[in-house]
């Protein structure tokens, strides 16, 4: 029997739900850090990541394995333990993978963080985490990250060391860490906690992803299954890998898991990645509706050889059945769509499901053991067909956030089902329909905004009274945001970038300031005298551009 070790932080599955899942061969009793050493021992000369980043470097599973036993070394003889949290800051490079494989083999938490993420969400991710260690990049697209660090590390008592890739400053470099590998006496169990991944958050503050081992692999192999991934997979990632998406849907590790090829684009646009499906043979990729229109757009008159690629998967935010119906005749290979979540439950299309069920559903989950509810307002179902609320509860869809049990009340039902806040329609095959969101959230082409954060830093303005902020549709990223505001009555006027530059100089990521601002004298109300949402997002469907919008 396998015990939780390091899960006192969360709500972890009734234990008849455990044992269910490992009957039913789910959860095999398998780590991260195993499933490498096995794969090394397999075929230690595959390459297993390439990261064409400056001069091209190419690491075989027996150097990744090696690198990642010595880096795990290295951070435990400074001190680094079984289920201390370590915010892992890192774009698309071999480190990030050595990192977070050495932080698995010693049965720490990476936290995965944004390369967008600037000082207020990195600050909250390592003092409520009470992280020991914080990983950057010196720079990275332009961005100081060791200033940065200087500050958070300087306000955050229980951060004790700051890894840098790169010239590190007054930090360590990641470089000098690695070291021969020692027997610590702990081995990390399948049933423990192997990352905190980011929920994309309705509150001021991102809520965190408590995913165990046994439960994450569980959902690469079903994903790896669905998606055809192989030991000849060729998988690039070209959005941030520390989105749950390009990580395990299948994402690499899922092509990590079938010994396949990780290929790590630095950037997401065509010029450079078509030029890395050309050279490194790439078969598949995963990418947001935005991007997706663009390979779209490109694709017919690029001069880059795409013929290597056999699948694009598009997820993350809804895509219409327009632009889904351009993707093959442009690309020319197979579409599948993925509906799916942090927390855990994900929807892929089928490779034999037909063409009309592709370009105009977003999948079934992956489990036969994935169970769906579609509810009305009083969570009772609705008949087949109906759009509803979407519950659901599964061998990979965690049962609460790390440390949050009031917000765990909310997001859960007392039988433990996730509440997700989409709202979608069943079709007969259970293939679901993403028709909108009952949670206030903006899905900026695949990112996701609360809108409280936003709003939070915008009242801080001593002219502002209030403020709504609310996404709008926008035809290539899906939704763009408004700021409503109220100024105090009295206050000079404010021009719209006077709002947006001071949610930038707040430091959050770039994606959450504004797109537009427009002052109004008050919100829509609703009955019980609270601003509506859903009115304001109507208003602004049927207004058009208001003169001091900007
Ligand atoms: C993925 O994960 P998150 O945690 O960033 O966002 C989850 C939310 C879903 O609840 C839904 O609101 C939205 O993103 N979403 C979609 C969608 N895929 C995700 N909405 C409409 N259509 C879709 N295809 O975004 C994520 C995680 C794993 C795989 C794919 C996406």
Known sequence: MTTAFLNPDTPTWPAEFAERYRAAGHWRGETFGGVLSERAAAHPDRVAVVDPAGTRRAWTYAELDERA????????????????????????????????????????????????????????????????????????????????????????????????????????ALSDVPCDPVDTGHTPQPGDLAFLQLSGGTTGVPKLIPRTHDDYIYSLRGSNEICGVDGDTRFLVVLPAAHNFPMSSPGWLGALYAGGTVVLSPAPDPATAFRLVESERVTMTGMVPPLAILWSEAAPATAHDLSSLELILVGGAKYSEAAARRLEPALGCRLMQVFGMAEGLVNYTRLDDDYETVVTTQGRPISQDDEIRVVDDEDVDVPQGDYGHLLTRGPYTIRGYWRAPQHNERSFTEEGFYRTGDIVRRT??????????????????????????????????????????????DDYLGERTLAYVILRSGTEPLKPAAIKRLVRERGVAAYKVPDLVEFVDAFPQTGIGKVSKKGLRSDTASAGPAPARS
């Open 69 to 172: 036993s010595r880096l795990a070394a290295g951070f435990a003889a400074r001190g680094i333990a079984p289920g201390d949290r370590v915010v892992v800051q890192l774009p698309n490079i071999a480190e990030f993978i050595e990192v977070v494989f050495a932080l698995f083999r010693i049965g720490a938490l990476p936290v995965y963080a944004l390369p967008a993420h600037r000082e207020t969400e990195i600050g909250y991710f390592c003092s409520f985490t009470e992280a020991v260690a914080y990983v950057v990049p010196e720079r990275h697209a332009g961005f100081d990250h060791l200033a940065l660090a200087s500050r958070v590390k300087e306000r955050t008592p229980t951060l004790k060391h700051v890894f840098v890739v790169g010239e590190p400053g007054e930090h360590t």
């Open 428 to 473: 007969a095959t259970g293939h679901l329909v993403v028709e909108g969101r009952a949670k206030d959230q903006i899905n900026r082409g695949g990112e996701k905004i609360a809108p409280e954060e936003i709003e939070n830093i915008i009242l801080s303005h001593p002219s502002v009274h209030d403020v709504s902020v609310v996404g709008v549709a």
